[in-house]
């Protein structure tokens, strides 16, 4: 009997082998976004360059009912490459899997509302910043909170593993204090909007170029922005730091669509004003 | 309102084809594994059969989404590089697989030993036994926790956004992000419940189709 089933093993091992290598063949796609690329030279010579972008972030980078990946930072992506003379491709990745998808040369950047910390430097390098934001405090328009001393024993929420996170976290005096002695996290802005909208959540610390889009899509009057914030932050591109040439291209290819209005028409389509650095 | 939901198919769409895809791969390629492994698993020999029990407790024993990463962002650190599809693809052989494994395992031993016999007094080889006679037993004993595990798979396919493969659920969550709105997260939750219908509804048949003698 036992020999019976080794004797059996052996020939589905075979058959095994077979399905796979066959399906294997088949199912390979183009290996077009896998770059192992370091380099100009090599990008010139492929003629492209990958841009790794989570294409949910409204408005930076996502995808319009089309599909088709549209965004802010999707537009300046194009026109800084169309400059340079390459081709450039967005590949979608996972937010928190981005330093990975970089490092590990599946993508060329990462473009996408990036905002530069201490902690991000020490994994990549950055472009000169093009954008400069604040992270603010949102809450119900009828809300008693009007200053960040009010938020003590209030329920606040943020995007999880956001920069946002990060400013609250400069100030752990203050997010001791808050109910449950830490902001409640969620995986989007948008949801964290919902929350406070069902009355569990009291205020919101988020990025304000992004959550100024889903305070206009949900309703602006419900909403206010409080005066006092959580410092400033700049969005800058992430590169290899071996790539030193492609971030000289980048940083000077910007310098240039600054100078000459390209940039602030491109933020005028997105913002409705021009808040290019 | 229907306006609005006729304008989210197209992306939806392209989201749905990739959950199929990644679907029907892998139970194309699942079940004939899980069967390899339910035979290794029960071999004779004390090495072969602890070499499976080692794997299957590695791939039930570690959630699917860690084993997605480690193949995709581990494995190129010591020189074997998969494109996005064969890594979230393989993933999901390997993990479903050692399921699959399991339950062969109990169909095979749920056959009685006269079967064995019979088969051997009739002239039959192991291999021609276990295909003709067994297997076809065994295929019919497990469809209903076979059924299970299909259904799962539905939504386990859902887990391929890490490796940055776009399926429906992200293309209802994109979507949601952008008309901050929660209609696209439905639509999704529709178009996975017409699938699930859909095979549980064909395992059914095919349940009815080889329930001979009963």
């Known amino acids: 009997?036992?020999?019976k089933i080794n004797r059996i093993l052996i020939t589905f091992t075979m058959i095994i082998t077979i399905l796979a290598a066959f399906t294997g063949c088949s199912a390979k796609e183009p290996a077009a976004a896998n770059t192992k690329s370091t380099g100009f030279a090599k990008l010139q010579?492929?003629?492209?360059?990958?841009?790794?972008?989570?294409?949910?972030?409204?408005?930076?980078?996502?995808?319009?009912?089309?599909?088709?990946?549209?965004?802010?930072?999707?537009?300046?992506?194009?026109?800084?490459f169309k400059r340079t003379?390459?081709?450039?491709?967005?590949?979608?990745?996972?937010?928190?899997?981005?330093?990975?998808?970089?490092?590990?040369?599946?993508?060329?950047?990462?473009?996408n509302g990036y905002t530069i910390t201490a902690e991000r430097k020490e994994k990549v390098a950055f472009s000169e910043p093009y954008i400069a934001s604040r992270q603010v405090i949102v809450t119900l328009a009828d809300s008693a909170i009007n200053a960040k001393a009010d938020l003590a024993g209030k329920t606040v929420a943020t995007q999880s593993a956001s920069s946002s996170l990060d400013a609250i976290n400069t100030e752990p005096g203050l997010a001791a204090s808050f109910e449950g002695g830490e902001p409640v996290l969620f995986a989007t802005n948008n949801e964290a909007l919902m929350d406070m909208e069902a009355g569990r959540t009291d205020a919101v610390v988020a990025d304000e170029i992004m959550i100024r889009y889903y305070i206009t899509e949900r309703g602006q009057e419900k909403y206010k922005i409080l005066d006092e914030d959580f410092g400033a932050d700049e969005y800058g591109i992430g590169i290899r730091k071996e790539d030193t040439e492609l971030?000289?291209?980048?940083?000077?290819?910007?310098?240039?669509?600054?100078?000459?209005?390209?940039?602030?028409?491109?933020?005028?389509?997105?913002?409705?004003?021009?808040?290019i650095k | 309102?229907?306006?609005?939901?006729?304008?989210?198919?197209?992306?939806?769409?392209?989201?749905?084809?990739?959950?199929?895809?990644?679907?029907?791969?892998?139970?194309?390629?699942?079940?004939?594994?899980?069967i390899l492994i339910a035979l290794g698993r029960l071999s004779g020999n004390k090495l072969i059969s602890s070499i499976f029990q080692l794997y299957i407790w590695v791939m039930r024993g570690t959630?699917?989404?860690?084993?997605?990463v480690f193949i995709f962002f581990g494995l190129p650190v010591v020189g074997i590089t998969f494109d996005r599809f064969d890594s979230a693809l393989l993933a999901f052989v390997l993990n479903y697989g050692a399921y699959m494994g399991e339950i062969f395992r109990a169909g095979i031993q749920s056959i009685e030993k006269g079967q064995y016999e019979a088969a051997k007094v009739l002239?039959?080889?192991?291999?021609?036994?276990?295909?003709?006679?067994?297997?076809?037993?065994?295929?019919?004993?497990?469809?209903?926790?076979?059924?299970?595990?299909?259904?799962?798979?539905?939504?386990?396919?859902?887990?391929?956004?890490?490796?940055?493969?776009?399926?429906?659920?992200?293309?209802?969550?994109i979507a949601s992000n952008r008309d901050a709105s929660l209609v696209p997260l439905a639509v999704a939750a529709g178009f996975y419940l017409i699938l699930t219908a859909l095979m549980t509804e064909g395992f059914k048949r095919y349940e009815k189709k080889y329930a001979y003698f009963e």
């Open chain 1, 247 to 275: 971030l000289e291209k980048v940083n000077k290819t910007l310098d240039e669509m600054k100078a000459d209005g390209s940039s602030a028409a491109i933020s005028e389509k997105w913002f409705g004003e021009n808040i």
């Open chain 2, 1 to 34: 309102m229907l306006s609005y939901i006729l304008n989210l198919l197209p992306s939806m769409l392209e989201g749905l084809k990739m959950t199929i895809s990644v679907f029907i791969l892998t139970l194309a390629l699942s079940l004939p594994f899980g």
């Open chain 1, 1 to 3: 009997m036992n020999k």
């Open chain 1, 45 to 80: 010579e492929q003629g492209y360059v990958v841009v790794g972008l989570d294409d949910t972030f409204v408005p930076m980078g996502f995808r319009d009912a089309k599909g088709e990946i549209v965004g802010f930072d999707v537009d300046l992506a194009k026109e800084v």
């Open chain 2, 123 to 173: 002239g039959f080889g192991p291999t021609k036994a276990f295909i003709r006679i067994i297997l076809p037993q065994v295929i019919k004993r497990v469809i209903p926790p076979i059924t299970n595990e299909v259904i799962s798979l539905v939504k386990d396919t859902s887990l391929v956004y890490i490796v940055g493969l776009g399926e429906l659920l992200r293309a209802g969550k």
């Open chain 2, 63 to 68: 959630p699917l989404m860690l084993q997605l």
């Open chain 1, 85 to 111: 003379g390459l081709e450039v491709k967005f590949q979608p990745i996972d937010w928190s899997m981005k330093e990975s998808e970089l490092n590990s040369g599946n993508i060329d950047m990462i473009w």
